[in-house]
């Protein structure tokens, strides 16, 4: 509900999305499930223009003395602490068309960009608010072009928002629309905590040497934690931010739900560990229930 990344195709209840390959790092959302309770009105896709705020260089990666494999599975973002609430709440408006869910993303943005200084510090990186870029129909980056799904660059250090799959969710069921914007921003944002961090950038380190089959598996240990990170903000906020009732179901709905589809490459995790780490992190609401890095190949499939 961010699942997401860096993350592929996104499939509504009238089409599919199509996939953008990044050409480095991961950072694209997962793949989304269907909303639960559709209305009869039908998605429409709408095609904003990005917005202007955009970065040039990347955040300063922290030293890193010993193995990434061991630097990422020992990493001081887990020993941070629960994250404090900073009483973020939600857009009165919700994501109903291009300008709409511009603003919504803004406002859930300024709240992780006040959440998440503390814990960055604290794990040893210096904090820099990423960019964001909220677009419809193709972007060109330098991590790659198309149409697709949102996704963080590490090079331009900015999150790129697709809006129309979340237009189209919203105008479905608003209240699980609200819910899947929410959490792509926070798995989006997410990953440029791992790259302010250093967590990323031992991601490329290690992706360089492994096989196939290993680079799938790095990069389900990347996304995972990214959406587990992202859900320990929508955790620590979940009472100002209304996330209980009706929209807790559809939260839950989205995280149980969403993850690596056919005929998708088996990069982001299936629906079992997206649940999984997502349900874990919104009730403990600490890093510490995202060491991806160390867990079993199982917890990670």
């Known amino acids: 509900m961010l699942l997401i990344v ?9 089409g599919v999305f199509l996939f953008v390959k990044l050409t480095q790092g991961g950072g694209e959302e997962p793949t989304v499930a269907e909303p ?22 990347a955040p300063p990666k922290p030293v890193q ?9 020992t990493h001081r973002l887990y020993k941070t602490g629960a994250m404090r609430t900073v009483n973020c709440k939600q857009a009165k408006t919700g ?27 604290a794990a040893g990186g210096r904090f820099r608010s990423p960019g964001l870029v909220v677009w419809g129909g193709t972007v060109n980056t330098p991590c790659g072009s198309g149409p697709g799904r949102s996704f ?3 090079t331009t250090h900015t999150i790129y928002m697709e809006s129309p799959s979340v237009v189209s969710f919203y105008k479905q069921n608003p209240t699980f629309g609200r819910m899947v914007g929410s959490f792509t921003v926070a798995h989006e944002y997410a990953h440029s905590v791992q790259w302010m961090t250093g967590l990323g950038e031992a991601y490329e380190k290690l992706r360089y040497d492994a096989t196939t089959d290993g680079q799938l598996l790095l990069s389900r240990r990347l996304e995972l934690q990214a959406s587990c990170l992202g859900n320990v903000f929508l955790g620590s906020n979940r009472g100002s931010y209304g996330i209980t009732g009706y929209a807790y179901q559809m939260w839950l709905y989205d995280v149980n739900n969403s993850g690596d589809r056919p005929p998708y490459p088996r990069d982001h995790g299936s629906t079992t560990s997206h649940g999984a780490w997502s349900r874990a992190a919104f009730a403990s609401r600490n890093p510490a229930s995202c060491n991806t890095w160390s867990a079993s190949p199982a917890r990670v499939s």
């Open 36 to 57: 639960p309770v559709p209305t009869s009105v039908a998605p429409t896709t709408v095609v904003p223009t990005p917005t202007k705020k955009t970065t040039t260089t």
């Open 95 to 121: 994501p109903g068309n291009g300008a709409q869910a511009l603003a919504y993303f803004k406002t859930i943005k300024a709240c992780l960009d006040r959440a998440w200084p503390r814990q960055v510090a």
């Open 152 to 154: 963080y660059c590490p």
């Open 65 to 73: 003395s010993v193995s990434p494999a061991t630097y990422n599975a």
């Open 6 to 14: 860096a993350l592929v195709a996104v499939v509504a209840a009238g």
